[in-house]
């Protein structure tokens, strides 16, 4: 369903935002990378969701990837800015 995976990406999105702090812990590294990783997987099945051709051999440059899907959901009706504000009331 489009909402769960809506739902799923804006979480896995959400902990993306930790503030950095001087005492971080020493694998901090690597949950920052596998954060980024979990939310490429949330967003690709999002895309696969609204019938989206989404591979993740296409995020060989995530951060642009991101952003072009992003964009292409939006065309197809799921706005996720718009689904982040309207969430963030209820979290």
Known sequence: MVSDAVEELLDRRS???VPRSIGRPT???ARALA???ACDVALIELARSVGLEC???TFDQPELRRHQVDRELAARGVHLDRAATRDAGTR
Request: proline residues 8%.
């Open 35 to 37: 954060n980024q990783v």
């Open 55 to 57: 591979d993740p051999a």
């Open 15 to 17: 902990r993306l935002a």
């Open 27 to 29: 694998d901090w590294a």
